[in-house]
């Protein structure tokens, strides 16, 4: 089963504005992470935010977390056409005896015009 | 290039067939886990090892499915009689302790 549920499920934008996705998810964590996916390969780790954290950035990436409303969002900057690709929100359960294995929502695809 | 790699990157395979895949985590990565995607669909978590030891299995996994990992290294996952719903993306990823997942570029399983 899948814990986590981006919203929404599809974002297009034109190059230069800010992109947000949402991440909704139903347990409790240890930490909550986002990957990039670009069409038919692999995932690309972008942050990892832990439950006692609140925001982290990196670069053009801003990611915030609200253990109480058991929510994340994503905020790209300044987009570029090259950010086009699905972004996943992934959570580690803290469940007694988990062995970390992330659940995954159903991403959001990102269309970034030029 | 995050330092796992799968291999094949895409197999094609007829229905009944056993296939073999190979995952080569980052070396100092104690962690290995596999996951298979579907379109449309995020990763699902198949199996988990720690060093040699696979310490669990999805329920996604049926007798058909067997996942090894020899001294801790390198993983195969062999899917045996093959069935089109087999038909996915196989991800492999590891870690170090309980931090980020890495993930391979996958291999594509069609089974015809």
């Known amino acids: 089963s899948q814990q986590g549920e981006e919203d929404p499920q599809a974002l297009s934008i034109q190059e230069g504005e800010n992109a947000t996705m949402n991440c909704s998810y139903k347990?409790?964590?240890?930490?909550l992470q986002w990957y990039r996916q670009n069409s038919g390969r692999g995932l690309v780790h972008l942050i990892l935010i832990r439950s006692n954290e609140r925001e982290k950035h990196s670069g053009r990436l801003r990611v915030t977390l609200d253990t109480s409303k058991k929510s994340s969002s994503l905020l790209i900057t300044a987009s570029r056409a090259a950010d086009t690709a699905s972004y996943f929100c992934?959570?580690?359960?803290?469940?007694?005896?988990?062995?970390?294995?992330?659940?995954f929502g159903k991403g959001t695809l990102l269309t970034v015009n030029p | 290039d995050t330092g796992v790699s799968q291999d094949p990157r895409h197999k094609i395979t007829k229905r009944g067939q056993n296939v073999t895949f190979r995952c080569d985590p980052i070396s100092e990565h104690n962690r290995l886990y596999w996951y298979r995607q579907t379109l449309g669909q995020g990763p699902e978590f198949l199996t988990y090892f720690q060093n040699e030891a696979q310490l669990e299995k999805s329920r996604l996994l049926s007798d058909r499915f067997s996942a090894e990992r020899p001294k801790g290294s390198f993983s195969t996952l062999e899917i045996q009689r093959t069935e089109q719903g087999d038909s996915a993306m196989y991800l492999c990823?590891?870690?170090?302790?309980?931090?980020?997942?890495?993930f391979g570029p996958g291999t594509r399983l069609t089974v015809l």
């Open positions: 347990t409790s964590i240890n930490n």
């Open positions: 990823a590891s870690s170090l302790l309980r931090n980020e997942q890495f």
């Open positions: 992934a959570t580690d359960p803290m469940v007694r005896g988990s062995n970390y294995k992330l659940t």
